[in-house]
């Protein structure tokens, strides 16, 4: 397993951008697909992006599709999400996730994650 921390959630304005960091210790990232997942309050934990092992094949729920991407470097074992043309209703703890899986495509939001961060908050208000 992966052991994984979460960094540069905050407070911005409709319409703005955030990027968001996890940072990974263990042996194991190089080989595990990771995502993005977040939760609202009063709401389940949904899965946001994933990104296979490779870093070649990326997933996005719907409703970020277009507005975020998702990196990794295998070598510093890092990845991040970039948010764009944020609203209100992205506002939620976004966890970062890995799975030791050869995962890719749309089977990156169906997989079971294993390891998990502590979670950073991003609220989206004016």
């Known amino acids: 397993q992966v052991q994984l921390v979460e960094s540069g959630g905050g407070w911005v304005q409709p319409g703005g951008s955030l990027t968001l960091s996890c940072a990974a210790s263990?042996?194991?990232?190089?080989?595990?697909?990771m995502a993005w997942f977040r939760q609202a309050p009063g709401k389940e934990r949904e899965f946001v992006a994933g990104?296979?092992?490779?870093?070649?094949?990326?997933y996005f729920t719907k409703s970020v599709n277009g507005r975020a991407t998702i990196d990794r470097d295998n070598a510093k074992k890092t990845m991040s999400l970039e948010l764009n043309s944020l609203k209100p209703e992205d506002t939620a703890v976004y966890y970062c996730?890995?799975?030791?899986?050869?995962?890719?495509?749309?089977?990156?939001?169906?997989?079971?994650?294993?390891?998990w961060g502590q979670g950073t908050q991003v609220t989206v208000s004016s």
């Open positions: 990104i296979n092992w490779s870093g070649g094949s990326t």
């Open positions: 263990g042996d194991t990232f190089s080989s595990s697909a």
């Open positions: 996730a890995a799975a030791l899986d050869r995962a890719y495509g749309s089977s990156l939001s169906r997989i079971r994650y294993n390891s």
